[in-house]
């Protein structure tokens, strides 16, 4: 059976190199439906270390959550470059403190109310 080309291989405008076109490594998770897809991954990271990071792992299920990692961070990469999910994390961060106080603040506010009830 063979397999359509992958987004991997028709970014190399060839034939198949990461593997014969009948077990490429990247055809799984990069398909070339979603060329966008491998197209940030490629930009960040580079084809090559893309390539290197899935040969070295033996399992399907490792290499499908290695491309999915390499895909989130590649995408959050493009939108902050300094601070990846760092900046991301700081934001949330941020909203959970805020949602907090705001918690607190609510509760200091019933119990006052509470207290001057007869």
């Not at 198949?16 to 990069?30: D, K, L, Q």
């Not at 990271?45 to 290197?52: A, R």
């Amino acid at each position: 059976m063979v397999m359509a080309v992958c987004a991997a291989c028709e970014f190399m405008t060839g034939p198949c190199t990461f593997g014969n076109r009948n077990a490429c490594i990247m055809a799984p998770y990069f398909p070339s439906s979603e060329p966008e897809k491998f197209d940030r991954v490629n930009k960040v990271f580079g084809i090559v270390n893309v390539y290197t990071i899935l040969n070295r792992l033996e399992e399907p299920w490792q290499r499908q959550y290695a491309a999915n990692a390499l895909c989130y961070e590649a995408e959050v990469r493009l939108h902050d470059p300094i601070h990846g999910y760092l900046g991301l994390q700081m934001v949330y961060n941020n909203i959970l403190n805020n949602l907090k106080r705001e918690i607190d603040s609510a509760e200091n506010e019933l119990s006052i109310t509470m207290a001057k009830v007869p």
